[in-house]
C-alpha cells in the first residue's frame, strides 16, 4: 500500500487523472445527447422532420468521436498526460456517470 502512495503525489500523474475525468464527462455527456436524437427520432411522424433529426445527430455523432479521438491522440502522442492515469480518470468518470443518469431517471419516472 505504501509504494502506490508515492505514485498519487506525482502532479503528472494528478494532472492526468483530472483531465482523463474530464474526457470522461464530457465523452458520456455528448453519447447521452446523441443517444437522445435517435430517442427523439422515433417520436416524430414527419418523414422530413424525421431525416433532418437523423442527420443532425449522426454529424454530431462524427464530429464527437472525431474531437475526443483526436484532442485524446495528441495529449497522448505529445506525452501532456500519463496514459496508465489518463485511462484510470476516463473510467472512474463513467463509473460514476453510468449509475448516476440511472438513478436520475429512476427519480424521473417516479
Known amino acids: 500500500m505504501t509504494e502506490i502512495l508515492p505514485f498519487f503525489k506525482d502532479p503528472f500523474i494528478i494532472r492526468s487523472l483530472i483531465i482523463g475525468l474530464g474526457f470522461g464527462v464530457i465523452n458520456f455527456l455528448l453519447l447521452s445527447r446523441v443517444i437522445g436524437g435517435f430517442i427523439v427520432v422515433q417520436n416524430v411522424d414527419d418523414a422530413k422532420a424525421r431525416q433532418k433529426i437523423v442527420i443532425k445527430t449522426i454529424l454530431m455523432l462524427i464530429l464527437k468521436m472525431t474531437l475526443i479521438f483526436g484532442t485524446i491522440g495528441l495529449l497522448l ?5 500519463s496514459p496508465l492515469a489518463f485511462l484510470g480518470g476516463f473510467t472512474v468518470s463513467l463509473l460514476i456517470a453510468i449509475p448516476a443518469k440511472l438513478l436520475q431517471k429512476g427519480t424521473d419516472h417516479a
Open 77 to 81: 502522442w505529445n506525452h501532456h498526460v
